[in-house]
């Protein structure tokens, strides 16, 4: 498993961006896919955004489409995501997932990976 240390959260307003970080230490980085899953309070972990392990191929939620972009540097063993035109509804704990090999779904859940990071927090009021 990686282990995975996720920063740059903060409190922004509306309609701001701010970009997220998530390192990873162990083995064979490249041959994972890689996740941001978020959780706002009292509401269930959802999924926001995937990556293959080459970088060529990323899903999305339909709640974050357009606005957010999950990239990863291999070389760095860093996985980032962009997040533009923030919203309220945005606001939540944000965390990076890993998962060794593929997922076969563009859509995944929390069971679909194994590793997880402590999480950031994102706060978008005004």
């Known amino acids: 498993q990686l282990q995975l240390v996720e920063s740059g959260g903060g409190t922004v307003q509306p309609g701001d961006s701010l970009r997220l970080s998530c390192a990873a230490s162990?083995?064979?980085?490249?041959?994972?896919?890689m996740a941001w899953f978020r959780q706002a309070p009292g509401k269930e972990r959802e999924f926001v955004a995937t990556?293959?392990?080459?970088?060529?191929?990323?899903y999305y939620a339909d709640s974050v489409k357009g606005r957010f972009a999950i990239s990863r540097d291999n070389a760095k063993n860093m996985v980032y995501l962009q997040m533009d035109s923030l919203k309220p509804e945005d606001t939540a704990t944000y965390y990076c997932?890993?998962?060794?090999?593929?997922?076969?779904?563009?859509?995944?859940?929390?069971?679909?990976?194994?590793?997880w990071g402590q999480g950031t927090q994102v706060t978008v009021s005004s």
């Open positions: 990556i293959i392990w080459t970088g060529g191929t990323s």
């Open positions: 162990g083995r064979l980085f490249s041959s994972h896919a």
């Open positions: 997932a890993a998962e060794l090999g593929a997922i076969a779904t563009s859509s995944p859940t929390v069971r679909d990976f194994s590793s």
